[in-house]
């Protein structure tokens, strides 16, 4: 059973920066993608950042390109996502996620998903 647990989510003001974190247990057969999703209040949720072990492949909504960057800590089996030049409309709860096989951007095709860490940004 593959388990997801993240961390560093909290307030910051516009044009701030926050850095989460997301450490994988479990047992993968074969590649995996693992990314970043977020849902505002009252709004769907949406795919922000998307790494795939078997290629050198990334992927970033054109919201979030320039300003958040997606890695990976191979040996720590952990996916960072580093978040800069936040606005208000960043705030949302964040979720990592993860699924065999390619990269996704549709969330319905991820089972495995932590429990979410709140990011407010204050304008």
């Known amino acids: 059973q593959v388990q997801l647990v993240e961390s560093g989510g909290g307030s910051v003001q516009a044009g701030g920066s926050l850095r989460l974190s997301c450490a994988a247990s479990?047992?993968?057969?074969?590649?995996?993608?693992m990314g970043w999703f977020r849902q505002a209040q009252e709004k769907e949720r949406e795919v922000i950042a998307l790494?795939?072990?078997?290629?050198?492949?990334?992927y970033y909504a054109d919201s979030v390109k320039g300003r958040f960057s997606i890695s990976r800590d191979f040996a720590k089996n952990t996916v960072l996502l580093q978040m800069n030049s936040l606005s208000p409309e960043d705030t949302a709860i964040y979720y990592c996620?993860?699924?065999?096989?390619?990269?996704?951007?549709?969330?319905?095709?991820?089972?495995?998903w932590g429990q979410g860490t709140q990011v407010t940004v204050s304008s």
């Open positions: 790494s795939n072990t078997r290629a050198n492949y990334t």
């Open positions: 479990g047992y993968f057969v074969g590649y995996r993608c």
């Open positions: 996620a993860a699924k065999q096989g390619w990269c996704d951007e549709d969330y319905v095709k991820y089972n495995y």
